[in-house]
């Protein structure tokens, strides 16, 4: 109940109290007269905010606290109809919430509709073994993709779909805010798509790759999609992909030994 509404009753109730108790008048000024009755409800205020206890103000919240509230905000969009009733669920981001690296995906597949989380399924499991080569783990990186629902395939009963740019652009401001709570060093867009949904249409992703570019101010460096390398096992487009990660690393400032900087040049 808006804080008006609660006034309004307490009134009320006030009133009708004095009323049993045989009070029959109310001594009431002209001016507060002329002011009740100008009185119009505010429109309602923004959700209780104002009447729950949070020991921090909302500028003093942790980067964990303002992901959990996102989150909390994500989890039951209905911005894309379609999607909201084909999913399993919202697939929002997984990590730490710290984390300096961030990786950006395309849109969840069957396996993270399935699982509520970002790249579990092969390429997923491609993904994580990058992470590891680069001496990370999953939890010290943040992990998202442009789409937070899987897209739907009508009339398919395998397979994906390539996000459609409404669709991107409906669920971009929450993959925005991600990444200004986060505020990680660096942006790892995986895939064309990825890079299309962050940047608009440019180059081809071979083209991209390899080079740094930069989104809301943070460093981004396009990859190839890892089930692009699970397509093509060629040493030499897991060594591009690798090349692009050891860039990552030194602009993090990271250790990197002989034998990373030698992985993927033969076998
Ligand atoms: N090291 C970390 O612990 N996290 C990152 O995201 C990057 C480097
Ligand atoms: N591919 C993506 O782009 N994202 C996922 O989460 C899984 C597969």
């Known amino acids: 109940m808006s804080a008006y509404n609660q006034l309004l009753e307490a009134t009320i109730d006030h009133v009708q109290r004095l009323k049993a108790q045989g009070v029959s008048h109310l001594a009431v000024t002209p001016a507060k007269l002329a002011a009740l009755s100008a009185a119009t409800p505010p429109t309602p205020a923004l959700p209780k905010a104002a009447s729950i206890p949070i ?50 995906g395309e849109a969840p597949g069957a396996d993270e509709d399935e699982q ?16 590891q080569t680069m001496g990370l783990t999953r939890d010290q990186v943040y992990i998202a993709n442009i789409l937070k629902c899987r897209p739907d395939t009508p009339g398919q009963t395998a397979g994906n779909r390539k996000p459609t740019p409404a669709e991107m652009d409906a669920c971009r401001p929450y993959l925005m805010e991600q990444i200004q709570i986060i505020q990680p060093r660096a942006l790892v867009a995986l895939g064309a798509t990825a890079v299309e949904g962050l940047l608009g249409k440019t180059e081809g992703i071979t083209k991209l ?14 990859t190839f999609h890892p089930a692009y390398l699970l397509r093509n096992q060629a040493l030499s487009e897991k060594r591009k992909v690798w090349e692009d990660m050891l860039a990552v690393m030194e602009r993090l400032g990271m250790s990197i030994s002989a034998k990373q900087r030698g992985f993927f040049l033969r076998e």
Do not use: D, Y
Request: proline residues 8%; hydrophobic residues 50%.
């Open 209 to 222: 790759r390899g080079h740094w570019r930069e989104f809301a101010g943070i460093p981004m460096m396009p």
């Open 55 to 104: 020991a921090a103000p909302v500028v003093g919240l942790s980067k964990s606290a303002a992901l959990a509230a996102l989150r909390a905000r994500v989890m039951p969009c209905i911005s894309c109809a379609h999607l909201a009733s084909s999913r399993t669920q919202v697939v929002f981001g997984v990590g730490n919430p710290e984390a300096e690296l961030m990786f950006v």
């Open 116 to 131: 509520g989380e970002p790249f579990v399924g092969k390429a997923g499991q491609l993904l994580t073994r990058i992470i």
